[in-house]
Structure formats: structure tokens, C-alpha cells
């Protein structure tokens, strides 16, 4: 009663005021931009204000991605480039978090091991080239090994970190509940850890294909990345255009199977 | 950025044939030329330490780069005036932009100089790799498609008389890729300049089987180019760098390749070099490497136009440039003497 106001006084509505800050996505403005930013390259080549020596027409683009569907080449440069991340990715992925839960979970491999992975996590797998040579050969082994090196080093950070950063008082409480340590280990921190896994196999993919051309560069006849280099040697701008383009796409195409695993996977959260 | 950066270039060379600078030939024309740590374009660096291009009315600036098709680029946007590099599927495809041109001559093959060779790894060697003929069906190292390394195999090929296609190419992108490459024996063969290939030699890891010189006589290996709005626009500038350069390759000559200078005179020049070349090392140590192997550069920056036509046709014939891509729109022979 003491709450009631006063008789006679006006009372004011109050608006609800939550809601807001939470941008959604939007696929027919996002298609739009991107078209609208294709419209405004076009005709900014076909004006000439666009130096052919700067950029290519899209229309150009379009051309080179048609003559390498048409003469088949493609699938041939897209097949090797495929398995060549497919395996590098994967099994870089797999043993990354295998070495990150190892330093997650225990002080010996923490000790040995986290001092380690900073340090050659920053060498440049590039600058190795002549040396993965020597040691993989410029066959298969050398290209599978550089984007290997390259996905596992980001994959050994983000396990750990999402192993350390699980909620500590779940663990207490299951401990306090008697739950044995592979029980604790499966059944919380492997869940709490998995958000920050599965952004690092975000990061990890674009690193890959990131580290696709550069494994392209040891002794490959084909492969996306090889096309891309051969076309920058020949200043063949439309063709690494299309090259780049095909890159982008396989990039938002595994970020779309992430999006999809993290939906999966991750249900439990909301 | 490049257009920007262009237009206000453009704009600058107009105001400046306006102005003062017109009638005094020794007001300063800056130009930036650009240079690779090789001992090849030595003559660029000699000529700016002896102040051949100061002579010349030239506020010259040496831009250094890692790889010559960077440079190349970098003449097309009109951030470098002036470089040397290979005739390569690059090069000729922004000549064909109508972006760049060759105007002089400079690495060249000259018999009784050393030259490039070609080289077997012990391995293939060992397994019978002792001739050009050899080459067949074995793999060779290039840099890239379109690359030089690339165009001497096909020569080899063709002098050995079988079809280039039965040579496996393989690209390895950097020179320090191929030495490991051939080192481990992962590939059997490639071609390189004597200041690299002799070492190789030396330290038994590798067999020279050729020279170049014998299967292409004369051989243009690479040439000066500057952007083809300079041709029009600073045609005068264009004349007066070759000018420089030509007395730069003079001393490069007497010093290092015919050795006729005063020795005293030699070790400067060793020593202007190195400001660039084998930087890295102390200079008693980068002067072997400075003065070993040391091949001809054409006097006065001649061209020798039947070897780019040459180099030109097959690039065609394996079309790694553009369709029609043609002597005029790649040379201007109007500037040095040509062979």
C-alpha cells in the first residue's frame, strides 16, 4: 500500500527498455550489398576509372572462372586442393586438440609443452618452404605438412584455453558429487571447452586456406593455390581474381559446416 | 591509391615542364630504380655510387626488391621508373597492357665469358643425367611458369632434339626451393647463373652437364624496362638514365668481368656493390662471391632483339601470355644500339 502513489498523482507508463543490441543477420541486405558493390566495380571498369592493371572487370572475372569450368580444369585444380586442406586440416585439427587437452589437463604437458607451441606457433610455415623440402619432399607429404603445421598450432591454443577457462564450480560440484575424472573430463570440460575448440577450427580453416597457396608453392602442377601463383608470375589479373574468388567461396563454404556443427553441437547453451 | 598516386604524378610532371626545371638540365629529374641483391644489376648501384646518374641531371633512389616480378609491377603503377629483370609471362603481359616496355639490353651469353649452366643432382647423375639428352622424361626446376628457367629447358630440349613436354616442370616458386630441391635430388635438373651454380659444383653437390651458352648462343637474359608512360612523357629522363647506366656497365665491365681496372679502383667498386649484394656478410667474405662468376652485361645496355623475339615466340607457342602479344607492344628499340 505504501507503494500506491499518491491519490491524484499521474501515473507514468514505463516503456519496456530491454531489447536491442543484438544485430541480426540479414541474407537479402547482404546479397544486396555484394551485388551492389559488383554493379559499382563493373561499371567502374568499364568507365575506366578502374585501371585494368589495378583490377580486372568482374565480367573478366567471369570469364577466366568459365574457361577453367569449360576446359575441365576446375575439378582437376579444386580435387587436389581439396584433399591436400582435407587431410592437412584434419589431421592437424585432431592432433591440436589432442595436445591441447593434454596441456589442459595436465601439469607435465603443460610444463613441456605450452612454452613450446607459443614459440613455433609464431614461425612463419612459409619461411620453411626450402627446409620442408629436405625433410617431406615436393611431393604431397610437404604441401599436406605445411597446412598440418599451420591448423595445428591455433587448434593446441584454443583447446587449452577452452579447457582452462571452464566454469570451475561445475568441477568442484561434480567432484563433490564423487564423479571419477574421466567422468568430469567427458562430461563437463569437454562440453565447456568445445565453444572455444570450435572457434579455433574456424580460425584454424581460414588458416589452412590461407596456407594453401603457400603449400602450393612447392613443386605443384595443380591445385587452386598453384593456379593462383601461376596466374600472379603471368600477371594474368582476371585469373588470380577468379582464383582468389574460388577461395573465398570454400572459405564460406567450411564456415557455413562450422556454423552448422556449432548449432549442433552447442544446443545445450541456450 | 595507385590511380590517386598516378594522377598526382602525372600532374607533377606537367607542372614541372611548365616550369624552371624545363631549360635547366641540372635541376634534378627524381627517378626511382629499381634493383634486385644481385650482382647482375650491379651496374645500377655503380653508376649511383660513382654519381653517373647525378651527372645526367638524375636525383636517382635505388629501391631494392626480393623478386623481379614485384618490380615489374611496381613500374606498371608508376612507383618505380626504371628496372632490370628476365623476359617472363609477367613482363610480357603488362607490356601487353600497354603498361611497360623494354628499352635496353643488359644479362647477356657471351662466348668466352662464363656462363649459366645447367645442372644434374647426384642422384640423376649417377643414373646417367651427363648430357642435354639426358634431360628427357626427368623433371627440372623452374621458379614458375613463363619464368627463364622454364624457356632454357625448352631450348635444351629442342637442341637435344626431343619434344619440352617430355621435360617434367617443376615449380618450386623460389631459387632457394630449387638449390634444395636439386640438393636432395628431388629433382634432377636445373639451370642457374655461375655465381650460384659454380658453389653447387664445388661443394659436390651437384653436376653441370651444359653450358647455356653452348645451346643459346647470345642469349638476352634479361633487359631494362620502364613504364610506357615514361617513353611518352619523359622520353629525355628515359635517355639520359641510359646514359648513367651505360657508363655503369662500363665500370662493371673493366671491374669485374674483363678485370682491366686498377685493383684499387676494383675494391671500391667490390665495396659500392655491397652496400646491396651479400649485405649480410662482412665484406672480405662477400667479395668472392662478388667478383665469382661474373657475366657479361651488353655495353651501352644493347638489345639483343632477335633473342627476346625468340624468348617472345615461345611464350606465345606455350600460351602463357596473352593471345597476339607482340614485338611493338614489347620493345622500343628507339633508345639503345641493338644486336
Known sequence: ?270 | MALTRRHFATGAAAGATFGIVRNARAASEPVRIGILPLVSHAPTIIAQAKGYFAAQGLAARLVTFQAAEPMAVGIASGDIDFGVTAITGGLVSLADKGAVKVIGGSLAEASGVEGQKVLASNAAYAKGLTSLAGLKGRSFAVTTAGSSFEYVAYKAAQKAGFPASDIVLRPLQTIPACIAALKTGQVDAWEMLPSVADPLVAAKVAHAIATVQDFIPGYQVTTVFTSTANINKRREVVQRFLAGLAKGIDDYDAALVTRTMAPKEIDAIVAAVHKYVFAAMPLAKARAHITHGVMRINTGAALNVASVADQLQWLNARKLVPAGSTMQKLVDTSFVKTI
Open chain 1, 1 to 270: 500500500m505504501a507503494d500506491d502513489p499518491a491519490p491524484g498523482a499521474r501515473v507514468r507508463p514505463v516503456p519496456f527498455r530491454g531489447g536491442g543490441f543484438r544485430p541480426q543477420t540479414n541474407s537479402y541486405v547482404s546479397l544486396a550489398v555484394f551485388i551492389g558493390l559488383i554493379l559499382l566495380w563493373e561499371a567502374g571498369s568499364r568507365a575506366g576509372l578502374i585501371s585494368p592493371i589495378a583490377l580486372p572487370a568482374p565480367s573478366q572475372v567471369l570469364v577466366a572462372l568459365a574457361d577453367l569450368v569449360r576446359t575441365g580444369m576446375l575439378w582437376k585444380h579444386l580435387s587436389v586442393s581439396l584433399m591436400r586442406l582435407g587431410v592437412g586440416w584434419v589431421l592437424g585439427s585432431i592432433l591440436g586438440i589432442l595436445v591441447g587437452l593434454l596441456i589442459g589437463l595436465f601439469t607435465i604437458a603443460r610444463a613441456a609443452l605450452l612454452q613450446l607451441t607459443s614459440a613455433l606457433f609464431a614461425v612463419p610455415k612459409i619461411a620453411l618452404l626450402p627446409l620442408f623440402i629436405v625433410w617431406f619432399g615436393i611431393g604431397e607429404s610437404s604441401k599436406i605438412a605445411t597446412i598440418l603445421f599451420g591448423s595445428f598450432f591455433p587448434t593446441v591454443i584454443a583447446t587449452y584455453s577452452g579447457v582452462d577457462n571452464v566454469d570451475r564450480n561445475l568441477i568442484r560440484m561434480a567432484q563433490s558429487f564423487g564423479l571419477s575424472w574421466g567422468s568430469i573430463v567427458r562430461k563437463i570440460i569437454l562440453p565447456g571447452a568445445l565453444p572455444a575448440i570450435l572457434s579455433g577450427l574456424r580460425i584454424s580453416s581460414a588458416i589452412a586456406i590461407v596456407l594453401l597457396v603457400a603449400a602450393e608453392m612447392i613443386g605443384a602442377q595443380f591445385g587452386i593455390g598453384a593456379y593462383i601463383l601461376q596466374a600472379g608470375s603471368l600477371f594474368a589479373i582476371d585469373q588470380l581474381i577468379a582464383g582468389v574468388t574460388i577461395l573465398a567461396v570454400l572459405g564460406l563454404a567450411i564456415s557455413w559446416v562450422i556454423g552448422r556443427a556449432e548449432r549442433r553441437f552447442l544446443d545445450w547453451r541456450s
